[in-house]
């Protein structure tokens, strides 16, 4: 009887850490004129999405609020496409992405605290393919198309643009929140 | 003549300034870490899909003819063993790592599954992810926590986004 009851209690207890391992999904509704989403990438903050979504024909990169779904605007990127493997840093202050310029892919990470762009030109032999920001925006790593082969540079800003940290952090310089 | 020399010093002094703001924009200022991607050259003759956490520098590399996932420590420049992770019956096709290096998401290639996994390095346990409703996922973004997935999936003929928040 006990161990009836204790088989009864463990089959319990399994059930309830099963359900707690499960996921929550959410989607995102987008007008009918958007035909595709790709390329994901979430802040380190996990509170910003920045994905290419394909609209009027045209591959943009589009940054959104993952506490309210709202899109929100970007200064130096509504230009300069196609747009390819975008990146966020811890906050979301700097989104980089691969864009096009003329005949040229290079590499766009807009600030948007201060609203300026930074632009990153390769060698023309060696085309910008996908990239990564690490999560303070002091390096990114560049994956290039260099003679047939894929290599991954890196490549250091620290020297170009304030690092982002999270927030409650002490750092050199402060970061302010941004919507 | 000297109001006008002092115009025409002014004018070249705005043109400079202007030509420096926007030249700030354009100038290409971000430099490469030569000796760390001489020796990244070395290792890897082909490697593609970096993703960054904040010492760590995750790829597929190729090996002799075959993907896999590697994961480097940037400031020793060592390469961090994966037990359990690249198997050969699998092949990956994307790559994210959390901001302490610790959960990996991937997308893999089984037989004939396209599979949506999460590593954990420390304990080298691998945890399918199921969707649902079913699709194909093709690219995977993880936050720094570890507990929130941005997945590509293809569902009904069309690529869409989905966020994952993973609980437990």
Not at chain 2, 26 to 32: E, N
């Amino acid at each position: 009887m006990v161990k009836s009851d204790l088989q009864k209690i463990v089959i319990f207890l399994s059930c309830l850490l099963l359900s707690s391992c499960g996921s929550r999904i959410e989607r995102f509704q987008d007008s009918l004129e958007i035909r595709s989403q790709q390329d994901p990438v979430l802040s380190g903050d996990g509170q910003k999405l920045a994905l290419i979504v394909e609209y009027k024909g045209r591959l943009s990169v589009q940054l959104r609020d993952l506490r309210n779904g709202e899109v929100l605007r970007l200064r130096h990127l509504s230009r300069n496409q196609p747009h390819s493997s975008p990146s966020l840093s811890w906050n979301g202050r700097y989104l980089a992405v691969i864009a096009q310029r003329g005949n040229r892919r290079l590499v766009i990470i807009e600030d948007r605290l201060t609203g300026r762009s930074h632009h990153l030109l390769t060698p023309r032999e060696r085309i910008p393919l996908r990239l990564s920001l690490a999560p303070d925006a002091t390096q990114v790593a560049i994956q290039m198309a260099d003679k047939g082969k894929w290599r991954i540079e890196l490549f250091d800003l620290s020297k170009t643009i304030e690092s982002d940290q999270p927030r409650g952090r002490i750092s050199n310089t402060t970061s302010p929140v941004i919507r | 003549m000297k109001f006008r020399s002092i115009y025409k010093l002014s004018f070249r002094v705005s043109f400079l300034c202007l030509f420096l703001s926007v030249g700030g924009c354009f100038r290409g200022d971000m430099r490469p870490v030569r000796s760390f991607n001489e020796s990244l050259e070395q290792i890897y003759p082909s490697q593609r899909e970096p993703s960054m956490g904040k010492e760590w520098l995750v790829s597929l590399v190729n090996s002799q003819g075959k993907d896999k996932i590697e994961m480097i420590h940037i400031p020793t420049r060592r390469k961090v063993p994966l037990p359990g992770l690249n198997r050969a019956d699998s092949q990956p096709i994307s790559v994210s790592v959390s901001g302490d290096g610790e959960r990996l998401a991937l997308i893999r290639q089984r037989y004939d599954q396209t599979e949506l996994m999460i590593y954990r390095r420390s304990v080298g346990t691998l945890k399918r992810i199921e969707l649902s409703p079913k699709g194909i996922p093709r690219r995977v973004s993880l936050d720094n926590s570890g507990q929130i997935l941005a997945v590509q999936v293809s569902r009904d003929g069309r690529w869409i986004v989905e966020v994952i928040r993973l609980q437990g």
